[in-house]
């Protein structure tokens, strides 16, 4: 029931918050607080609960190893069941999700001030969608959520979003939603294979897994899955809706949007891609991990050459996504290890430099860099902030993307030593596209004359347990590995196990 929970506490929450706007702007604020933190505390005890020496030591016995789960019949007649699971991949992102849903009800605590109850439904159905995509073992649940995620995030954009704010949601829109159509045609195809060898239907995650399909149509089909994710993820060359919904959404949007939502496109790929067609997948392994080495080159070329401070810190998340994508399909522990705690680091690390932009906007009124400059005298604690979080996309030692990125090198060097090699030179570019930023934002003479309040007390509540958990991650970031461990060794088991069936 904690897994229902999680979900149930958003749904319900929403439209309270939405009615309770019609009386006040401050009960839908209060309410979205409540309810992400309440996920939050559930989503640390079921942690809480599955940590220490049982993750630790326990062997899988099963291809799939589940620590909680919550399974009822939904429509009988197609075997689609209202199935819940949790491991440690999915838990960690669980938690990083309610974690950072409160922080954007925090940080968009002033910003909103038009239709606030509505914005916190949208706000809290998008976690949902979130949080159920993440906790989905059947899918035709999965893809549910996957929808479900997408139109109120489109509606956070559009009706709070910035100039121009209907051609970032249409655009966001249209990518999303024709890519999530290709998985629905992919699901459906792998559906009716797997009732014609069985007899059977069923979407259920665990029964799908080594189903039998000619490698001619299995590619095909695992295209259909592959897009959708690359799209969310956002791989080159499907990234280009990501600069304008991240610079035209409100800064929760934006938080939401490169914390959780491009996890999604990563997880999908961890979860379906290679488990389900694990043969189809090793055959584009090699263009994949290319194209992952182009978005991390890519991403940060643009990313040093962008005026709008919204759209750098945007382009970074191609780079970023792009060493993800790059352990992804490595696909050993040194690189799947890696591939989640750069997932983990790029939520916490890009989701407070949003914040801070959003900050910046609500004292300056622009976000053009080149209207910046001298910051650190005027509003310190805010510049020490920008600061701190500019040097942990660059990867610095002690904070989590050092071990992330690290990590994928490592694990990427035996699978392939010149993307490797390549991908190492993203970090030197990220180092001077986070040096720019810092140089033209906050330091320099203040020529604009700017006199600005420095952050208050709920901005402080905000950015520190952002501080603490970026650095918690780079130093010691075992209990996360211990975390994923079963589910890692479980996963590239019954990728090896299916691989096996297959070949014979």
């Known amino acids: 029931m904690m897994l229902l929970t999680l979900i149930a506490i958003l749904l319900i929450c929403g439209p309270l918050a939405a009615a ?31 940590a220490g020496a049982r993750a630790i030591f326990s062997s899988p016995s099963a291809p799939i190893t589940w620590m909680e789960e919550f399974d009822r019949s939904w429509i009988p007649r197609f075997g689609i069941h209202f199935h819940l699971a949790v491991d440690g991949l999915s838990l960690l992102l669980v938690v990083l ?95 009716l294979f797997h009732a014609r060898q069985t007899g059977t239907w069923t979407f259920q995650y665990a029964d799908l897994l080594g189903t039998v399909i000619p490698p001619g149509i299995e590619i095909w089909i695992m295209l259909g899955f592959f897009i959708a994710f690359a799209v969310k993820l956002p791989m080159v060359p499907f990234h280009t809706w990501l600069p304008d919904a991240h610079t035209e959404a409100p800064t929760a949007g934006s938080v939401l949007l490169a914390g959780l939502l491009l996890k999604t496109g990563a997880y999908g790929m961890l979860r379906f891609v290679i488990p389900l067609f694990p043969i189809s997948a090793r055959r584009v392994a090699p263009i994949v991990m290319t194209l992952a080495v182009v978005g991390i080159l890519y991403g940060a070329l643009l990313a040093y050459s962008q005026t709008d401070l919204k759209r750098l810190v945007a382009y970074t998340s191609v780079s970023h996504l792009g060493f993800v994508l790059l352990g992804i399909f490595a696909w050993n522990g040194l690189a799947l290890q890696g591939a989640l705690v750069e997932m983990l680091a790029h939520g916490i690390s890009t989701g407070a430099l949003f914040i801070l932009v959003g900050q910046l906007q609500e004292r300056m009124q622009t976000r053009e860099i080149g209207r910046m400059g001298g910051l650190w005298e005027t509003i310190p604690r805010l510049s ?63 020529l604009h004359r700017w006199r600005l309040p420095d952050l208050s007390a709920r901005e402080i509540v905000v950015l520190v347990p952002l501080i603490l958990a970026l650095i918690w991650l780079g130093l010691y970031p075992q209990p996360v590995f211990d975390t994923f461990r079963i589910a890692m060794i479980s996963l590239q088991q019954t990728v090896a196990d299916a691989t096996l069936a297959l070949a014979r």
């Not at 706007?21 to 942690?47: M, N, Y």
């Not at 990590?407 to 570019?429: H, Q």
């Open 20 to 50: 309770a706007g019609r009386w006040s702007r401050e009960w839908p604020r209060w309410i979205a607080l409540v309810a992400t933190l309440i996920g939050f505390q559930t989503s640390l005890d079921l942690w809480m609960r599955h």
């Open 97 to 191: 999700s309610f974690f950072l849903g409160t922080l954007a009800v925090l940080a968009s605590w002033n910003e909103i001030q038009e239709r606030v109850g509505f914005f916190h439904l949208h706000l809290l159905w998008t976690l949902a969608g979130v949080v159920g995509v993440f906790l989905a073992a059947d899918l035709f649940l999965f893809y549910f959520a996957w929808e479900m995620m997408l139109i109120p995030m489109s509606f956070l954009i559009f009706l709070w979003g910035h100039e121009r704010r209907v051609y970032a949601a249409l655009k966001f829109f249209l990518f999303t939603q024709l890519s999530g159509l290709l998985m629905l045609v992919a699901i459906l195809s792998l559906v």
């Open 384 to 446: 020490g902030a920008g600061l701190f979080f500019a040097m942990g996309a660059l990867g610095l030692p002690g904070l989590g993307h050092f071990i992330g990125e690290f990590l994928i090198l490592f694990g990427t060097y035996p699978v392939s030593r010149w993307r490797a090699a390549l991908a190492t030179v993203g970090l030197l570019a990220a180092t001077l596209y986070a040096l720019r930023l810092v140089e033209r934002t906050f330091h320099g003479p203040n």
